[in-house]
């Protein structure tokens, strides 16, 4: 099983600034098979990222995901109050999917 | 517009069963695969299990592997979730979410997808 591991756990931001969260897999997540997720309270998760670096449909472009191997970073290059939530990183390069544990973005 | 609404969640003891069902529509539910995600309460997403579109290819998170079973019925564009033996640790509100079309599987092998749409859940409580 990969095991996803996400840092830091709380990010704390004002609006304007720019959020960089990580995600580093215990081994090398094939095709770059990595899509993150945005959680708000009481909702459903909704895609924002997936093959690392293709944003879903109808995510704004402050929205930006890099990364290869075992490392990837999901970038917010500046917040908006909407976009304060919790965000999950997950590999689907193999038949046990795992998510990382995700990382709160709070305002500051 | 892509719909996927559960039901079946509720209160149950250790040990029982619980069957969860999850209603699609807004998409040809019998080409896609199909996942079930759950969300302790405070705590982070933990993939369950998935089943490809014709049911061929079944996988299971080894924390409810024997215990849980999942399919679908094309013709009724459902599909579920039959947990057994269960534990206080399956408290959970549980997703269903369907599988980007990237994936599919063939030939004995899955090429797993994310997950692109996402039910707003059922609550599963196991509790004396």
């Known amino acids: 099983e990969i095991v996803l591991t996400q840092s830091p756990g709380t990010l704390s931001l004002s609006p304007g600034e720019r959020a960089t969260l990580s995600c580093r897999a215990s081994?090398?997540?094939?095709?770059?098979?990595l899509a993150w997720y945005q959680q708000k309270p009481g909702q459903a998760p909704r895609l924002l990222i997936y093959?690392?670096?293709s944003r879903a449909t109808g995510i704004p472009d402050r929205f930006s995901g890099s990364g290869s191997g075992t490392d990837f970073t999901l970038t917010i290059s500046r917040l908006e109050p909407e976009d304060f939530a919790v965000y999950y990183c997950?590999?689907?390069?193999?038949?046990?999917?795992?998510f990382g544990q995700g990382t709160k973005v709070e305002i500051k | 517009e892509v719909q996927l609404v559960e039901s079946g969640g509720g209160l149950v003891k250790p040990g029982g069963s619980l069957r969860l069902s999850c209603a699609a529509s807004?998409?040809?539910?019998?080409?896609?695969?199909m996942n079930w995600v759950r969300q302790a309460p405070g705590k982070g997403l933990e993939w369950v299990s998935s089943?490809?579109?014709?049911?061929?290819?079944?996988y299971y998170a080894d924390s409810v592997k024997g215990r849980f079973t999942i399919s679908r019925d094309n013709a009724k564009n459902s599909l579920y979730l039959q947990m057994n033996s269960l534990r206080a640790e399956d408290t959970a509100v549980y997703y269903c979410?369907?599988?980007?079309?990237?994936?599919?599987?063939?030939?004995?092998?899955?090429?797993?997808?994310?997950?692109?749409?996402w039910g707003q859940g059922t609550l599963v409580t196991v509790s004396s």
């Open positions: 807004g998409f040809t539910f019998s080409s896609y695969s």
């Open positions: 093959g690392a670096s």
């Open positions: 081994q090398s997540v094939s095709s770059s098979y």
């Open positions: 997950q590999q689907y390069g193999s038949s046990q999917r795992t």
């Open positions: 979410a369907r599988e980007s079309s990237l994936g599919y599987c063939s030939g004995g092998s899955c090429y797993f997808s994310y997950l692109d749409y």
């Open positions: 089943i490809s579109s014709s049911s061929s290819y079944i």
